[in-house]
Every structure is written in C-alpha cells, then in structure tokens.
C-alpha cells in the first residue's frame, strides 16, 4: 500500500495544558488512498505508545491491501504524536529559542496536548467530518478525548483496549519505567544515547504489564523441566530491551509515558460520567479479556456511560497486545458493527 509521508508545520506559539508553551511544533503524518468528493471515507488512526505514523507498519493486519483498512476504499490518515521519537517534535527536537535539543527541558505534555495538534492538522488540512476514529491503548485515549472535545467531528469510534481515565495500576507501571530509567547515571547527560540502558530495563518491565502469566507459560516454557539457568523467558526479555534501544529514546519514552498518566476524559468537565455523555459518535469498544493493564471492567465503563455505545471482548491469549496481534477478531466484530450501522445486538452493557 502506497504511502504518502509528511510534516504539519506549527509555527505560532502553542499554550500547553499544565502551562508554558511551544514555540510551535511539527507533526510527522502519513496518508494512504486519496479522500473522495464529499470526504466520506476519512479514517484518522490513533496510534499507541511508541507506535509511528506508519499505520501499516504496525497494524498490518488491519491496514493495508486487502485488509478492512485500505487505501482503494479509506483515505487512512495517521499522525505520530507530539512528544514521540518518529518525525514529530519531541525531546531531541531543537528548540528554537536555543538552538539546543530540548532533552531534560522539553515540557510535559497531556493527551489533551496532543489532541489539540491533530485538531489543528485536521483544520490545516480542511477535514470537517471524519467518518471513523480508531485507537487503541493510548491510541484510544486520544480518541475518547478528541470526540469529547469535538463532538460532532466523528461518525463511527472505535475503542480498543482503552479507558476513561488511566489507572493507579497503570501510572504504577508507567512511573517504575521511569525509575528505571532514572537509576542509568548517564540519563543526566543532554545526548541522543542517554539512559539507553534504563529505558532496555522499563521496556522489560512493560512488557509484563502487556502480556500475562499465560503469556509466557505458553510462549517462553522451559525447554526442559529440570533447567536451572538460560531460561528463554529471561533471554525473551533482554531481547526485547536490546531491540527496542535500538528504535526508540528515553527521553520520548519517559515524556509519553507522562502523557498517558495524564488521562482523564472528565478533568475541567464536570466528571468522567458527564465527560462520556457528551460524545455523539457511534461508538464500539473493544476489550481484551486477558488484559492486565486496561481490564475489562475498564471497557465495560465506557460501554456503560457513552450513549448507546457497543462492548464486545476480545479472547486473546496475548493481553494487552492482543490489540496488536488478534486481527481476525477485530476485523470480524468491526465489520459486524458497521454492517448494522452500528447497531449490532453485542455484549451491550447496562
């Protein structure tokens, strides 16, 4: 599938949620089919912590040719967030005002940060109505938080393995990475390379809270019963840290971590119940039914407070990661949903 990659560019000052500003900014995006006559076949991707604009790369099982997301029938649009480390303006971007990288000194942002630059690129790019608005974790917190904000921009929304508010279990997860991070003495240094070796440890940690003890029972077994050393389950994880060093930085992880910390639909609104009211979007949830870090329960509220919302859940061996791996279910449950406009007789929650 063809893709066409670019940078929104922000050049007015722009005010921050917990104060102070950005001397404008830069949005990595990328498109993939073209819009029709009347922009019928818009749909804005979200995507999760430390995915890109490259919807294809990671969730290619959706989108792509022949999937349900393809760019013959969809104009697919995603945009890396502010903050990440894919093209976006982020901690190892210059500051203009120093001609300096950010580093230590690049501002803590909050999802509704990040939800006013895409809005602000949807205006650039003259979008008024999108017809589907799908993410899932972090993804689906920017989702939530943008048909909150503009109620009438969306048609269909799609929640996967998301929430209202993030969680005390989840900041939990979120600030031991960080203390991670923190324990590498050379996060203190202003470099591209700081605290590589603390964020390989909290990318280790993560993944404990995507994946579950089934998880691993099944993918990283003993390869003999009386092993006492070289587990694969040990190897598996200094894998993944050594991997994700090699694509990523501390100072994004440390600064989206932040950012998803700061969720939550009903702050300045009145409360999370009256927030969840005012989305007017046909709305699917989605939930994983061995998700550690988002639970269940957690999609059940959504279902329960947005109106006429859809809940179905998902069995996946993988977690929270089943977002990102089970495919064929969630092609299966949105088609379904879409073939009866939104009106399938689901798991709906009452």
């Known amino acids: ?6 940078t929104f560019k922000y050049p007015y000052p722009y005010a921050l949620e917990m104060g102070g500003e950005l001397p404008g900014f830069e949005l ?12 019928t076949n818009i749909v804005w991707i979200c995507h999760a912590l430390t995915g890109s604009s490259n919807a294809h790369d990671w969730w290619d099982g959706l989108v792509g040719d022949g999937k349900y997301f393809n760019s013959d029938q969809h104009f697919i649009i995603c945009v890396n967030v502010l903050g990440s480390a894919y093209g976006s303006t982020g901690p190892l971007s210059v500051n203009p005002r120093t001609n300096q990288p950010y580093y230590h000194t690049f501002p803590t942002l909050t999802v509704r940060d990040v939800v006013g630059t895409l809005d602000l690129l949807r205006q650039e790019l003259a979008i008024s109505k999108i017809k589907i608005c799908i993410g899932g974790s972090l993804g689906g917190q920017q989702a939530l938080e943008w048909a909150v904000e503009k109620p009438d ?22 600030e031991s990475q ?29 993944l404990l809270s995507y994946r579950n003890y089934d998880t691993y029972n099944f993918t990283q077994a003993r390869d003999n019963p009386d092993q006492i050393d070289d587990f694969r389950a040990s190897s598996y994880q200094q894998y993944q840290g050594d991997k994700f060093v090699k694509r990523f930085n501390a100072f994004s992880y440390w600064a989206l971590s932040k950012i998803m910390d700061s969720h939550n639909v009903g702050r300045n609104r009145g409360g999370i119940v009256h927030a969840l009211g005012l989305v007017k979007a046909k709305t699917l949830v989605l939930g994983i039914k061995s998700d550690l870090l988002f639970p269940l329960s957690e999609q059940q509220f959504l279902a329960r407070h947005i109106p006429d919302a859809a809940f179905q859940e998902i069995d996946s061996l993988y977690g929270h990661d089943g977002f990102l791996i089970e495919y064929k279910q969630l092609t299966q449950v949105i088609r379904a949903w879409q073939e009866t406009n939104g009106q399938l007789q689901m798991a709906r929650i009452r």
């Open 1 to 6: 599938m063809q893709a066409d990659q670019k």
């Open 28 to 39: 990595a995006y990328t498109t993939y089919g073209k819009r029709n006559a009347n922009d």
């Open 178 to 206: 960080r203390m991670a991070i923190q324990a590498d003495p050379t996060y203190a240094e202003d470099s591209p390379e700081a605290g590589a070796m603390g964020m390989r440890a909290a990318r280790s940690i993560a």
């Open 153 to 174: 921009l969306f048609e269909e929304l799609i929640l996967i393995a998301s929430n209202a508010l993030h969680s005390p279990w989840g900041i939990a997860f979120n």
